[in-house]
């Protein structure tokens, strides 16, 4: 009975966070893309303009991309429009960037 449980639990685990990524994906498609690019890689017109940061790969906790995100002054026309669900989804999202899992 316990093994099931924990295989429950486990399955639950992993479907929260693959929607997590893909919620992730929405917002960082919605509110990040056009400064650091669809791959993270920052490459865009305004990325370059602005000397955005590279974030593929990136692995912070979302109390580091919070702090990021709202105490950037680059970052005033995105703070307004996302929330503390938002930044969680993002966290898990961009270790994705760029290739990775």
Partial sequence: ???????????????????????????????????HGADGQSDTPVGKAMKAKVLAGKTWSQEKLTSVIRENAKHKSVTGKVNDDDLAALAAFLPTLGGGS
């Fill in 1 to 35: 009975m316990q093994g099931r449980i924990f295989s429950l639990v486990l399955v639950v685990g992993m479907l929260c966070s693959s929607a997590a990524v893909a919620d992730g994906g929405s917002v960082y498609s919605a509110q990040c893309a056009k400064c």
